[in-house]
Structure formats: C-alpha cells, structure tokens
C-alpha cells in the first residue's frame, strides 16, 4: 500500500500511521481530581519508542499542550531533537492547567489565549513552527471557532503554523473551519468498532485529513484486555471512564460485550500475519484513502508494533464487507 497519505488540502506528507502522543504524557487530573491521562509512565523509555518510530518510517506525532499538562509536548521535543525537520507535528490548544498541580483548569477560546497557547507549545517542543495546530475545545461555539478559524490564517501567513484543524467529533463544527484555505483536518474518533460515516464523508468532500483518534479504541482493540476483567490502575483514565470513553463500563476493565464485538473480529482482522492493533489499523485505511490513524504508545514494543501496520497495508473489500456483516452494519 501507499506508506504515506496527505493532510488535505496542504500537500504535507505523513506516513500512514501517525503516533498519538496522549499516553506518554503521562498523570494529570481534571479540578475534581479525575484521571486524564494514561497512568505512570517511563520518560526515557517514551523517548526511545519515539526514535525507534522515526527509525521504522513514522513520521507524524500528534500531541496536545494539556497532555500531561505540558508534559507529552516537551517529552517529545527531546525525542525528536535534531531530527525535528524529518517530520510533521500536530499538537492542540485551548484547555487551560496547571503544570505544577498537573491539573485542567478549564478552556479559553479567545483569539489571545490562541497566541499565547502557540508560543508555550513552540518553547516546549523545541521548535520555530507548528505543521498542524488543532482547536482541542470539541464543543466550542461555532461562530467563536470562526474567529479563531481566521486567526489561525494569519499565523499561517506569519510561519508559525503551516496547517490547522478542530478536534471534534461534530461534523456541523467541522464544516465552520473546513471554510478556510489552509484547514487540512479534523480530528475524530474512528475505529473499526466505532465508525463515523458523516465526518469520513465531510472529510472526503471538503478535502480534508481524517486524523483518527481512538483508532485501537482505547487498548480495546489491542487484544490485551481479552480474558479476565483487570481494572486499570488509579491514574489511568480508564479506571473511572467519563461518559465519552466507551467500553469502559463503570471502570472494572473492558466491558465484556465490547470484548465479545473485538473476538469476533480476531480472525478477519489477523488474517494475513497481522496483530489485532495491526488488523484495526488496516481497516482504517481501507475505510477512506483520506484517514490517518494516531494510535498511542508507552514503549518500544508498542511502536514497533503500530509502525509494523504499514508493511502489511490496508484490507481487501472483501474483508472490509466481512466486517461490516459480522458486526451486522
């Protein structure tokens, strides 16, 4: 298959597989003391996992500044160092923290906490521009996402972003910053067990990237969580899912009717030599030449295996009809 797909309209190339950058951020909490992020981590052992991602051919990480609250941006900065020109990155704005309490504050969606949002990202990563900067506010107000819209035009035409895009999963908010000429994508949810027709085709007719977040749907579709209910460990988001986070259930480990959908799919999705991670990556380029999946990492192992999805490439249309009758589409 194609190793590398466009963002949109704006001619840069990424590999097929980008690398989300959530999980190496590692703990924070919302004001109430909610979990964030993905639990513990290991800064160099991210570091590593990063490198040994750019040495197999990724060449799109995806971040956030509330990641960590500041954290996933810096580890990342390091990570990449003098091989910051090898690749495109993508990191967000418009939640508010508290990096020494590792704690969300809250949003702000003025074209001032913009600009100041930009320059904290740029100090933290290391770097004098950002290719693709995403609104992070999934919810925000329309008409106030058009301001901020046109104020992302004019830091393309000073060179400190090269592309913007909205993470949302609202294909209405999506079309508002799909109007501007230097909008390459949305990101949105997007996994085998979770599509999403309206925003796939607001993303093939704009022109637009379909950068897919949860594209393992949260570690459901790595196959680790089969078997016995583990709970995830405090400070795993996944511990105390919110109401988004699907297949969680009340926090006791997957939901065994999720579990049940993802043994149904083993055999179609690991035919070929694949992994299951692999099988759910396939079926993503498959889905539309326009998505980018961004699975998470925490270790070498992991970003061996998301990067090793690009040898096996895409499934056929007759695996891709295979899904869709077993899980009665």
């Keep these: 298959m194609e190793i590398t797909r466009t963002l949109g309209r704006s001619g840069i190339e990424v590999s097929a597989v980008g690398f989300g950058c959530w999980a190496i951020g590692g703990e ?21 996992a990063v490198r040994r991602a750019l040495d197999l051919g990724v060449t799109f990480f995806d971040t956030a500044d509330v990641y960590g609250t500041g954290h996933s941006e810096r580890v990342l900065g390091r990570a990449l160092g003098r091989r910051r020109d090898e690749v495109v990155v993508a990191t967000k704005w418009g939640n508010t923290f508290d990096a020494d309490t590792r704690t969300l504050t809250g949003g702000d969606d003025s074209p001032e906490y913009l600009r100041r949002a ?9 770097t004098d521009r950002i ?8 919810d925000a107000d329309p008409a106030r996402a058009a301001e901020l819209r046109d104020a992302c035009e004019e830091l393309v035409a ?12 609202d294909p209405a ?29 607001l993303c093939e007719e704009a022109g637009l990237a379909s950068v897919n977040r949860s594209p393992l749907a949260m570690g459901l579709l790595t196959g680790k969580h089969a078997g016995r209910r583990r709970p995830p460990a405090a400070g795993d988001i996944r511990s105390r899912p919110p109401a988004w986070l ?19 799919l083993r055999e179609v999705l690991t035919d070929g030599g694949r992994t299951l991670a692999q099988g759910a990556l396939a079926w993503l380029w498959a889905r539309s030449p326009r998505t980018v999946p961004i699975p998470g990492f925490r270790s ?8 090793g999805a690009l040898e096996k490439g895409a499934l ?6 295979e899904v869709e009758q077993i899980l009665a589409r």
């Design 246 to 264: 699907r297949g969680f259930g009340d926090g006791s480990g997957a939901d065994p009717a999720w579990l049940a959908r993802v043994e149904a």
């Design 158 to 169: 000073q060179g400190l972003v090269r592309a913007y895009a909205w993470s949302t999963d």
């Design 118 to 126: 930009l320059t904290a990202s740029l100090r933290r990563l290391g």
């Design 300 to 307: 070498v192992a992991q970003a061996e295996e998301n990067a």
């Design 28 to 48: 924070w909490q919302d004001s109430t003391g909610q979990p964030l992020g993905w639990g513990r981590v290991d800064d160099e052992e991210s570091v590593r």
């Design 316 to 321: 056929t249309g007759e695996q891709m009809a």
């Design 131 to 138: 290719d693709l900067y995403q609104l992070h506010l999934a």
């Design 173 to 201: 908010r999506a079309a508002v910053f799909a109007k501007g000429p230097h909008c390459a994508a949305v990101q949105h949810a997007l996994n085998v067990l979770t599509d999403a027709p309206e925003m796939v085709r």
